[in-house]
C-alpha cells in the first residue's frame, strides 16, 4: 500500500510543557526544510501529532531517509488516513494486516475525538472481528507479533501497524546556536553529532596549518561536517590558518607549552567567531586523559583562555565507545582516511602534560596575541554547507 501520510512521533517534546508549542514549531520547520524537493504535500500540527501528508508522486523512500535523521523525531509511521466511516476504518485496517507477514497482531486504539460515536473498547471489538475474518490472522492479547494502531483525531482516523525508528533527542535550534571545533579526528564529529541531537544548531570552525598541512585535509574536515549536516539542513564552516600563530609560537616560547599555547589561540579566535555568529558555547571532542594535552590541568589551561561555555559531550567516553558512535553516525570511515593535523605539527616529543597555568600565561606574554588573533581573523574563511543558495 501507498501511505498516505506519515505521523511523527516527538516523545521528548511531549513533556515540555509551556515550551512545546515552540518546540513543534521548530520540528516542523526542519523537517519542511528537510523534505524540500521531494514532493510531499506538507508538515502540519494535527491534535498533538505531526503528519507528513504525502500525494501520489511523492517520494517516499527518501522522505523516510530523511526523517530517520531529523533530531526531535523518535519514530515515525507510514499510514493510511480515513474519515470518520467505521467501515472505511475496517478496510484501511484490512489492507495493513493484509500486507502484513506477521500473523498475531492486537489493536490499540487512541480515541482523541471524544464525539466519535464508539469508544475505544468498541472499535477495537468491532475491526478485530473484521480483520479475524482474514486467514491465517489472530489476536493475541499477550505476545502480537504486530500492533494496529487506530487514532481516531477530529478531521478522520490514522491507522498503522509500523514504526520507524527516529534518532530522537531534540529539534535542532531550540537549545541554540553552538560553534564546533572540527579537526578531521574520530572524536570532534561525534561531539557534533550530539550536540545536534541535544537541539543545538551547530555551526563549525576548523584551523589549518597551510601549506605545511593539505589542502585535502581541509576538504576532509569539510566532508565531515556535510555528513554532519544531513542531520540540521545547512551550516557554516570557518577555516582558519594558524600557521603564523604556530611559528611565533615555535619560535618564541619553551617547546614544552607549545601544544597548549596553540590550543590557547584556538579557543580565543573560536570564541570571536562564535560570538561574531550569536554562537553561546564552544564545543570539542575532548576526552579526559586521552592525550596528552587532555589532563584536567591542561584542560583548565586551555579553557580559563575564554569566557564562554565549553561543552564537551565525549569527556567521559571510552574511546571504544566513540568509536562505535561514529560507526553509526557514518563519520568513521571518513574520520580515519590519513590527514594532516595541524596540531601534531611542531610538536616536542614531550610535551607538558600538567601544565602550570602560571607558567603557561608567563610563556604566552612573550607573543603579541592580540595581533596574531586578529590576523588570523583577517585571513579566515567561510564556507557554506548544505545551503541551497549557494
Ligand atoms: P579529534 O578526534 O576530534 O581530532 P583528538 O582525540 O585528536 O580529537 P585533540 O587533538 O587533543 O584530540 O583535540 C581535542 C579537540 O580539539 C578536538 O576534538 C577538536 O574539538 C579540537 N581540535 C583539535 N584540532 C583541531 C583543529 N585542527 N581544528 C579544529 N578543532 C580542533
Ligand atoms: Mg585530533
Not at 50 to 63: C, M, Q, Y
Not at 70 to 79: D, L, W
Request: proline share 4%.
Amino acid at each position: 500500500m501507498k501511505p498516505d501520510c506519515f505521523v511523527v512521533h516527538y516523545a521528548e517534546i511531549a513533556i515540555k510543557g509551556k515550551n512545546r508549542p515552540l518546540f513543534e514549531r521548530i520540528l516542523i520547520e526542519n523537517i519542511r526544510k528537510s523534505i524540500k524537493g521531494l514532493k510531499a504535500l506538507g508538515v502540519r500540527r494535527r491534535y498533538g501529532r505531526l503528519i507528513v501528508e504525502l500525494k501520489e508522486d511523492s517520494k517516499l523512500e527518501e522522505i523516510e531517509e530523511k526523517l530517520k535523521k531529523i533530531p526531535g523525531i523518535s519514530s515515525f509511521s507510514p499510514a493510511l488516513k480515513t474519515n470518520h466511516d467505521l467501515d472505511k476504518i475496517k478496510d484501511a485496517s484490512l489492507i495493513l494486516m493484509q500486507e502484513a507477514t506477521e500473523t498475531s497482531f492486537y489493536i490499540k486504539v487512541k480515541r482523541s475525538y471524544k464525539k466519535f460515536p464508539l469508544k475505544s473498547m468498541e472499535i477495537s471489538k468491532e475491526v478485530g472481528t473484521h480483520l479475524g475474518k482474514v486467514k491465517g490472522k489472530i489476536v493475541d492479547f499477550v505476545t502480537p507479533e504486530i500492533t494496529l494502531f487506530i487514532e481516531i483525531v477530529e478531521n478522520g482516523a490514522y491507522v498503522y501497524t509500523k514504526k520507524v525508528k527516529g534518532i530522537g533527542g531534540l529539534p535542532v535550534s531550540v537549545s541554540g546556536k553552538v560553534m564546533v571545533l572540527l579537526s578531521g579526528g574520530i572524536d570532534s564529529p561525534v561531539a557534533a553529532y550530539l550536540t545536534l541531537k541535544r537541539g543545538c544548531k551547530n555551526i563549525y570552525v576548523h584551523f589549518h596549518s597551510e601549506p605545511y598541512t593539505k589542502e585535502s585535509s581541509r576538504k576532509k574536515v569539510e566532508e565531515l561536517a556535510r555528513q554532519i549536516a544531513e542531520h540540521q539542513n545547512e551550516t557554516k564552516i570557518f577555516m582558519v590558518p594558524l600557521i603564523d600563530i604556530q611559528k611565533e609560537v615555535m619560535t618564541k616560547t619553551d617547546k614544552k607549552y607549545r601544544i597548549i599555547l596553540y590550543r590557547r589561540f584556538m579557543f580565543r579566535i573560536a570564541e570571536a567567531l562564535a560570538r561574531k555568529s550569536k554562537a553561546k558555547a564552544l564545543v570539542t571532542g575532548e576526552n579526559l586523559g586521552q592525550v596528552a594535552s587532555q589532563t584536567i590541568e591542561n584542560i583548565h589551561a586551555i579553557h580559563s583562555t575564554i569566557n564562554m561555555p565549553v561543552i564537551q559531550p565525549l569527556i567521559t567516553f571510552d574511546k571504544q565507545e566513540i568509536i562505535n558512535l561514529a560507526e553509526k553516525i557514518g563519520t568513521y570511515k571518513k574520520s580515519i582516511e590519513p590527514h594532516d593535523d595541524c596540531c601534531s605539527l611542531f610538536v616536542p616529543k614531550h610535551p607538558a602534560t600538567k601544565s602550570d597555568i602560571n607558567i603557561v600565561i608567563s610563556e604566552e606574554s612573550k607573543l603579541d596575541v592580540e595581533t596574531l588573533v586578529r590576523d588570523a581573523l583577517k585571513k579566515t574563511e567561510k564556507v557554506s554547507i548544505n545551503n541551497p543558495d549557494n
